[in-house]
């Protein structure tokens, strides 16, 4: 069983930038893909960004492409987004998670994905 936890949320103005961290437990950390996804009020959790297990190969959503990047650190078993130019609609509850299947390709697809954080809230202000 893998446990991730989310942190790095709050509030911050619109322009600004954030940067979300992810820890999992376990030793396995590094055979997983990493994926952030969100979910604003009213709206399905949709798709963020994926990082592969090694950390060369990455994919991102059109709606943040340019302005999040994600990284990790294996030997700390972390994921990270680092947000920028920041827009109101980014205001979501973001989650990561951990494709644990050892398929080869990189999925946006929320079912492909094993382990999920607890969320951490993202409020932009305008």
């Known amino acids: 069983q893998v446990q991730l936890v989310d942190s790095g949320g709050g509030l911050v103005q619109a322009g600004g930038s954030q940067r979300l961290s992810c820890t999992a437990s376990?030793?396995?950390?590094?055979?997983?893909?990493m994926g952030w996804f969100r979910q604003a009020p009213g709206k399905e959790r949709e798709f963020v960004a994926v990082?592969?297990?090694?950390?060369?190969?990455?994919y991102y959503a059109d709606s943040v492409k340019g302005r999040f990047t994600i990284s990790r650190d294996n030997a700390k078993n972390t994921v990270y987004l680092q947000m920028s130019s920041l827009k109101p609609e980014d205001t979501a509850v973001y989650y990561c998670?951990?494709?644990?299947?050892?398929?080869?390709?990189?999925?946006?697809?929320?079912?492909?994905?094993?382990?999920w954080g607890q969320g951490t809230q993202v409020t932009v202000s305008s």
């Open positions: 990082i592969s297990r090694g950390g060369m190969a990455t």
């Open positions: 376990g030793r396995t950390f590094s055979t997983y893909h």
């Open positions: 998670a951990a494709d644990a299947s050892l398929r080869g390709l990189l999925s946006s697809d929320s079912n492909d994905y094993e382990y």
